[in-house]
């Protein structure tokens, strides 16, 4: 099963975070199917950059996000699109 969720980037107390599709199982840092967007939360907006057309892909395919990434894409619309999409 695919997971939408953070894997860790930077330096020590200075992280920055991409957001993934990978398979449930694997280790956090390990091999992503999809890089999909990053995350950066020592700004003080907390810049979110998400390739939505990728993760709304994803989403419909049945991959599962994490709370952390999932509210990320509420934060940024797209999950919103997503559940539009979902009714219609």
Same mark, same amino acid.
Do not use: C, H
């Given at each position: 099963?695919?997971?939408?969720?953070?894997?860790?980037?930077?330096?020590?107390?200075?992280?920055?975070?991409?957001?993934?599709?990978?398979?449930?199982?694997?280790?956090?840092?390990?091999?992503?199917?999809?890089?999909?967007?990053?995350?950066?939360?020592?700004?003080?907006?907390?810049?979110?950059?998400?390739?939505?057309?990728?993760?709304?892909?994803?989403? #419909?395919?049945?991959?599962?996000?994490?709370?952390?990434?999932? #509210?990320?894409?509420?934060?940024?619309?797209?999950?919103?699109?997503?559940?539009? #999409?979902?009714?219609?």
């Amino acid at each position: 099963m695919l997971k939408l969720r953070l894997t860790r980037l930077g330096r020590k107390k200075q992280p920055v975070y991409r957001i993934v599709a990978m398979e449930a199982l694997g280790k956090r840092d390990g091999k992503a199917v999809a890089y999909l967007g990053t995350f950066n939360p020592l700004f003080a907006e907390n810049q979110v950059k998400v390739n939505e057309e990728e993760v709304l892909k994803f989403l #419909s395919n049945g991959a599962q996000p994490t709370q952390t990434v999932k #509210s990320l894409l509420v934060k940024t619309g797209t999950w919103a699109k997503f559940e539009e #999409s979902k009714r219609k």
